[in-house]
């Protein structure tokens, strides 16, 4: 098996052939930079020849030859020649990751803090300050979010000194045209009211995915977009900040990248030939990704029941843990049918517990949600020697198998979840011992493709319809209390929120409102605390959902913390 790979930016020798081939894709890219297509038909919109041009493209940008070439590029443009204030040198999308980005380099007399601020006529004004790595310093390199797409954007530079002086400087540029057909304002749905504070965040789609060229967008809380980065295909599911200033994420289902905060991929790693990863990761304590897996080269084509590490420094990938061998009478009981949602063309596949988040513990242990089994189940140890803890949710899912007594007591009246998507540990210090708290987007829904014949009405409430647009169903936000030594679990919190069988995610923000995904109808909005809509937003869908929808403030990254 040849084994995955990680690369870096540092010593990386230019060859002529990929000079070559990389100079005819940025002919390409300057090609697609200048068209604009508005025609709602995808395939006309694009075309082959232009599809197959956008394809190579990102190929091509996400290999670490093109990353240092643009670097170089962008060191030669930018020359020896001082840029103060009014000679401020910008350049747009330079490592080829966000399309509408705006690169920014300037030094100053003086130690200062600089705040842009972006307007473009018809659209809000997007302002922020910028990264640097002290509060205030002379040089000022950083990348500017918020360009709107096609249009004349006036960047206004505010550079704030020591003593509290400061001054300005505006420049124009045109954004550049985007590479997909996204909304550069989205409908919404319901307005915030006037004095409602949504903050300073970005939502991140992550996961619309597309038949054509996929992406991750940025949109702030007007529902504007504020970034668009080609993926190689499938999806990004969350992004992960390391202590080395790199931002992580999935670009395909056999590749992970960490990009820094100007937009250049600092390490693309390959999976190899016997993994590929789907539906979540995380970093644990050493910098390291563990992620959800498929084991490629099962004689029997299970799929999603693996966890794997990736060390973000080697590229090297470990076998964590493969839950057919933990729970091999559940696995037994399943009917061999599904499929892999990271790899549609197989046929086969044994989809039988079918991860889809993990949350990583302090202690070393791990939360994982099986949409499968309706089940959050802990892991005690899953990096060294993986046992199973307990288990949260239906027990009479696992009937005939030896851990219905893994299961905790629920304490209360209410419901267990129906394939539940997105679970969040939260550990509150106002707590005792042994307690947390843990949240997710219960889908309310029903149904495994592997247990035919169980009956999941015997869960109160519960929605066997598969159609998002049934009009009797509803998902729902829901929030547990843990109590390890008492083997309990309390429902604390709950409401419900538009229908959506399968995907979807939920995300409690700093502030206290929760941010919700009905990934099926292609909708998300933010609630307060007692489920009340303070506003929602509706994208066009280029398949069949939106997978998941996070805020992200990038303070640290793109944005001063």
Excluded: C
Excluded at 292 to 317: E, F, N, P
Excluded at 459 to 478: E, H, L, N, P, V
């Amino acid at each position: 098996m040849p084994s995955p790979t990680v690369t870096s930016s540092t010593g990386t020798a230019i060859r002529r052939a990929v000079m070559r081939t990389a100079a005819a894709i940025l002919a390409v890219a300057a090609a697609l930079s200048v068209a604009v297509f508005a025609n709602d038909n995808i395939s006309e919109a694009l075309g082959t020849k232009r599809l197959a041009r956008l394809n190579a493209l990102v190929k091509s940008v996400y290999t670490i030859d093109y990353q240092q070439m643009a670097d170089e590029n962008l060191a030669k443009r930018r020359g020896d020649a001082a840029h103060g204030l009014d000679d401020i040198f910008t350049a747009a999308n330079p490592y080829g990751t966000n399309t509408t980005s705006l690169y920014t380099y300037f030094t100053t007399g003086k130690a200062a803090k600089v705040t842009y601020t972006v307007h473009a006529d018809g659209y809000p004004d997007f302002t922020r300050d910028a990264y640097q790595d002290k509060t205030y310093q002379t040089t000022h390199e950083f990348t500017v979010l918020g360009l709107i797409p096609g249009e004349r954007n006036t960047i206004t530079y505010k550079v704030t000194y020591e003593d509290g002086t400061s001054e300005t400087r505006t420049i124009t540029r045109t954004g550049a045209s985007l590479l997909g057909v996204e909304e550069v304002r989205l409908e919404q749905t319901k307005q915030a009211s006037d004095g409602t504070d949504l903050g300073d965040g970005l939502y991140a789609i992550l996961g619309n995915d597309s038949d054509e060229q996929d992406f991750m967008y940025y949109y702030d809380t007007d529902g504007v977009l504020r970034g668009e980065i080609p993926l190689l295909y499938y999806r990004s599911h969350r992004l992960l900040f390391d202590d080395d200033g790199l931002m992580w994420f999935s670009a395909s289902t056999k590749t992970f990248v960490g990009m820094n905060r100007l937009g250049k991929l600092e390490k693309i790693i390959d999976l190899g030939d016997r993994f590929i990863l789907h539906h979540d990761y995380a970093l644990d304590k050493d910098g390291n990704i563990v992620s959800l897996a498929t084991d490629l080269k099962r004689s029997d084509h299970a799929v999603q029941d693996q966890v794997i590490k990736v060390d973000t420094s080697t590229g090297k990938v470990t076998l964590l843990a493969d839950f057919g061998e933990l729970l091999p009478d559940y696995k037994s009981s399943t009917t061999h049918s599904g499929i892999d949602e990271s790899d549609p063309t197989a046929s086969g596949r044994w989809d039988w517990i079918h991860f889809n988040t993990i949350q990583l513990l302090d202690d070393g242990s791990a939360l994982l949600s099986a949409r499968e089994t309706s089940t959050i189940i802990k892991v005690n140890d899953l990096e060294s020697d993986p046992t199973v803890a307990y288990m949260i949710g239906e027990p009479s899912v696992w009937d005939g198998t030896t851990y219905q007594s893994l299961f905790l007591s629920k304490v209360g009246d209410f419901g267990d979840t129906g394939g539940q998507h997105s679970i969040t540990y939260v550990d509150d210090p106002t707590l005792p011992d042994g307690q947390y708290y843990l949240y997710m987007f219960d889908n309310n829904f029903g149904y495994a493709m592997t247990r035919p014949d169980f009956d999941w009405t015997v869960i109160d409430g519960i929605s066997t319809a598969k159609s998002s647009k049934d009009k009797d169903s509803r998902s729902q936000y829901r929030r547990y209390l843990v109590d390890e030594k008492a083997g309990t679990y309390t429902e604390v919190s709950s409401f419900d929120v538009p229908y959506s069988p399968y995907v979807s995610s939920a995300q409690e923000l700093d502030d206290g409102d929760i941010l919700i995904d009905t990934g099926m109808q292609g909708v998300f909005g933010v609630y307060d605390a007692d489920g009340t809509l303070l506003a929602q937003y509706k994208m066009k869908l280029s398949t069949a959902y939106i997978y998941r929808v996070y805020s992200y403030d990038f303070r640290g990254f793109y944005f001063a913390a």
